[in-house]
């Protein structure tokens, strides 16, 4: 059994007989691993595990099989997401789509980062519907698919209205909009700005400001894209696309 010092972002944790815990966390120098938490539920070690959690671990791993927390220090539980259910939410996501696109045990420590900051914006204030969608522009290469938003499939220029096919794999200009009949008809400010958060940085990000109109416009095209190149089905995406209609039903309440 090996002993390991790492970062690590717990993923999410479920019961395990009466009093146990499977938990789930990515770590920053050995990827994903499942560890066997006993007698925790009236412990100090209950909120150290639960999803959101980034900390600084001592694990003992085995090559194959269930590891074991030796210690945990806490670095940030990130309160203001937790304490919004729609940031909560977007947050969750992130993680899911983080878990569902590499391997366990896989060691990415560049994924690790991006997670983190992800989050670290969000927690600063940061459009997190925005932060979002640059998350999952980024993370498509991990699920074998890199958008050529760029430049017309055909002539290969720039700068131009564009459209999508699904056919040719990339985007039409207006002089080749007939070569596919069933082109996608998405709006041309959508692909410019997809293709913008392809390569911006999250450390020089300071601050982003889009419309509510334009971020549901990114979203259902993200969203087709997903469907036809990803195909993934996520309870944590299942909730956030309900969440319009449970965040009218709690303002009701309230």
């Known amino acids: 059994m090996e002993t390991v010092q790492s970062r690590g972002l717990v993923l999410y944790n479920r019961p395990y007989r009466e009093k146990d815990r499977l938990v789930k966390i990515f770590t920053e120098k050995a990827g994903k691993r499942m560890f066997f938490v006993r007698n925790v539920e009236k412990s100090q070690r209950l909120a150290q595990i639960q999803p959101l959690v980034v900390g600084d671990y001592i694990f003992k791993l085995r090559q194959e099989g269930l590891g074991y927390i030796d210690e945990v220090s806490v670095e940030t539980a990130y309160p203001k997401l937790q304490g919004d259910i729609y940031s909560l939410a977007y947050a969750s996501y992130v993680l899911a789509l983080a878990d569902a696109s590499i391997q366990d045990g896989q060691a990415d420590p560049a994924l690790f980062q991006f997670v983190t900051k992800t989050l670290d914006l969000m927690e600063a204030g940061l459009d997190y519907e925005v932060l979002t969608l640059i998350f999952e522009m980024q993370i498509l ?48 400010n959508c692909l410019f700005l997809l293709e913008r958060f392809q390569a911006v940085s999250l450390e020089e990000l300071e601050s982003i400001r889009l419309s509510k109109e334009t971020k549901a416009d990114l979203r259902q095209t993200l969203d087709t894209f997903y469907q036809e190149y990803v195909d993934i089905h996520l309870k944590a995406k299942k909730f956030l696309d309900s969440l319009d209609e449970w965040g009218s039903l709690l303002k009701e309440k309230k």
């Open 141 to 188: 290469d991990r699920f074998g698919t890199r958008l050529v938003l760029s430049e017309c499939c055909f002539c290969h220029r720039s700068g131009l209205p564009f459209d999508y096919s699904f056919v040719y794999d990339g985007v039409l200009c207006p002089d080749h909009y007939e070569q596919d009949v069933h082109r996608a008809h998405f709006k041309p």
